[in-house]
């Protein structure tokens, strides 16, 4: 699947996207968030408040125990405001 990341997102980790395959029991979008703060040092710090990081799966807004299931892209960023 490909990962994209947007605004501190991806400045923290270093990278606008990758492709990747999360391990078997990576089901929901808490779980990719719990996978990736496993992947080092720049995924920890911009994952630090997981519920704070907003998701979408394949353009569609998605709340943290929604399954990944065949998603094909998913967006991470942080909170927006509007104005």
């Known amino acids: 699947m490909r990962l994209v990341y947007f605004a501190w997102v991806r400045e923290r980790i270093g990278r606008p996207e ?11 979008v808490s779980d990719l ?18 519920a704070t990081i907003r998701v979408a799966l394949d353009q569609t ?5 929604m399954p990944i299931g065949g998603s094909r892209e998913i967006a991470l960023f942080p909170p927006m405001t509007g104005g």
């Open 18 to 28: 990758e492709i990747v395959e999360p391990p078997e029991g990576v089901e929901t």
């Open 33 to 50: 968030l719990r996978w990736l703060r496993t992947r080092g040092e720049e995924y920890e710090h911009a994952l630090e408040h997981p």
């Open 61 to 65: 807004h998605a709340d943290h125990d």
